[in-house]
């Protein structure tokens, strides 16, 4: 599959369609049994790499993994920084600084004196891979955050960690590189360029990116309209966009898509949800197509370095980050429970592949087997923390979850009204699940019905309550509407997409099957 002849193109193709499909295909299974979801595609890659079908052979010179593990980071960091909220970022800032700071820093830090005395690495290689090895994956981690049965505040902190886990952790790769072979003619490291480069044009760039696509849309929109789904395409336009611009300047496009995102979220525009889910889809398919080219053969390659030394290596590092979120949290007043799942979920997986990817893409000298290490890393990293992910809202004695009921708001009672907080519109329409014509045995008067059978106002729902009517207005926003709005539904049941099976938190909050649901989603 080297090169990019129309064979290789058409297996390209192909396997990107059948990794969407698999993903669509398995995501209610992988949300059901908490199996983690990397571990298929893995397994998938396995199965058409050499050892399986041969329908795979990616090496660590292929163009093709280069090109997506490059679009792949470039995703993922421009997607966890404009999925920042920033008000929440300014309300958790002691936090943020706690995970960022004591807590990753010295996990890397850790790492490396471990990879240093342990592997005999050099000095330069082993800070590389500790920065690697403190990245946390953003697949596995995602599928964490979006379960409800994870304490908000345990939520909150690893939502913070991976918005900007990758952006701290980074530069520390880029500078790394340059002790590890990147100097000048005369030996020497050209410090004010590499500040220039790296600090300065690329975050530049990415900034310059982020405003002029936030005016064009803005201006575009106000003036003739964008269409929804085109909007959600603009995002990607916008990482792609920034990223071309740094490396034509000779600065780091990584932090440039970074800096775009971070510009996005900073200037607190209205964005349509899809702006948002549209990208992180995206970003999420890119890197479970990365891991199929990693499972076709590569990440085995750290079963092949396979010794005590290594494999002790691997443990020590799974177990410090535990130490180092415990010390780095000790003075908080999270609770138990809470520090317990920021310590354990720093699962390794594509972000430090990627990372270690950098040096080798860059032909740095002996980078080629640290890739091997991190790997051997990452498949522990599966195992154990994807393994335990089944474990996490069970109580001490083993039964159902205990942490995760949806946010309970007990219905109202028929004829009780609902206001909206601050900033609402009494007047203003929200969507409507009918119910039969017919509810209970009464007939329901005509002028009591909405006129619309998909919107209804607060003078129609009011009608409906007056004429005896069940009414239960659910609040539907998604969580990052819900969090940045200045207004609440008061007595509104709350939903959340993203949550998973809307039917079992309707059931959970004990929600009436005759009653009429008006969905507030604006």
């Known amino acids: 599959m080297e090169g990019f002849n129309t064979e290789s193109f058409v297996s390209v193709l192909a396997l990107v369609g059948v990794v969407i499909m698999v993903a669509a295909l398995i995501s209610g299974l992988i949300e059901r049994s908490n199996f983690p979801q990397v ?55 002691r936090l943020a600084l706690l995970v960022l700071g004591p807590g990753t820093m010295l996990s890397a830090a850790l790492i490396a004196l471990a990879g240093w005395w342990l592997l005999g690495l050099p000095v330069a290689a082993a800070v590389v891979v500790g920065a690697a090895l403190a990245s946390t994956d953003p697949v596995l981690l995602r599928g964490l955050l979006r379960r409800r049965d994870i304490p908000s505040t345990a939520r909150q902190a690893l939502r913070l960690e991976s918005g900007l886990n990758d952006v701290v952790l980074l530069p520390v ?71 071309a611009c740094a490396e034509a300047l000779h600065g780091s496009g990584f932090l440039a898509a970074f800096a775009a995102g971070l510009t996005i979220a900073a200037l607190d525009v209205e964005l349509c949800d899809c702006f948002l889910e549209y990208g992180e889809t995206t970003a999420e398919m890119a890197l479970l197509f990365t891991f199929v080219l990693f499972g076709s053969s590569l990440i085995w390659s750290g079963l092949e370095i396979l010794t005590w030394t290594t494999f002790i290596f691997a443990v020590l590092v799974i177990l410090i980050r535990p130490v180092a979120f415990l010390l780095a949290l000790a003075g908080t007043r999270l609770s138990r429970y809470d520090r317990f799942l920021i310590s354990w979920f720093g699962p390794r997986g594509l972000s430090t592949l990627l990372l270690v990817l950098l040096p080798v893409f860059a032909g740095v000298e002996g980078s080629a087997p640290l890739f091997a290490i991190c790997s051997l890393v990452v498949l522990l990293s599966v195992l154990l923390h994807g393994g335990s992910l089944s474990l996490i809202g069970r ?30 519109q009494p007047g203003a329409p929200l969507p409507l699940m009918p119910a039969p014509a017919q509810s209970n045995g009464r007939q329901i008067e ?19 309550q007056e004429s005896g009517e069940q009414v239960i207005v659910v609040d539907a926003r998604t969580e990052r509407t819900y969090d940045d709005s200045d207004f609440a539904v008061v007595g509104a049941a709350r939903i959340v997409p993203s949550a998973g099976d809307i039917v079992e938190q309707a059931k959970q909050q004990k929600l ?11």
């Open 39 to 93: 571990a298929v595609f893995l397994a998938l890659g396995a199965v058409l790499g050499p050892a399986g079908l041969g329908l795979l052979n990616i090496t660590l010179d292929s163009s093709a993994l280069r090109i997506v593990a490059t679009l792949s980071l470039a995703l993922v960091l421009f997607t966890d920084a404009v999925g920042l909220n920033v008000k929440e970022v300014r309300k958790h800032a």
């Open 173 to 243: 790769v880029l500078v790394a590189m340059v002790f590890m072979g990147h100097t000048s003619e005369s030996g020497e490291v050209n410090w004010a360029q590499m500040f220039l480069d790296l600090f300065l044009l690329g975050p530049g760039a990415g900034m310059a990116v982020g405003l002029l696509g936030v005016a064009t849309l803005d201006l575009v929109r106000r003036r003739i309209g964008v269409r929804r789904d085109y909007e959600s395409l603009y995002s990607l336009g916008v990482a792609f966009a920034a990223f």
């Open 395 to 424: 109580n001490r004695t083993g039964g159902a979850s205990y942490m995760g009921q949806v946010e309970q708001n007990p219905p109202a009672e028929p004829g009780e009204g609902y206001t909206i907080g601050s900033g609402g």
């Open 446 to 464: 005509d002028d009591a019905l909405p006129s619309n059978s998909e919107r209804i106002s607060i003078v129609e729902m009011r009608k409906l």
């Open 512 to 522: 009436p099957r005759d009653a009429w649901l008006a969905i507030f989603c604006a």
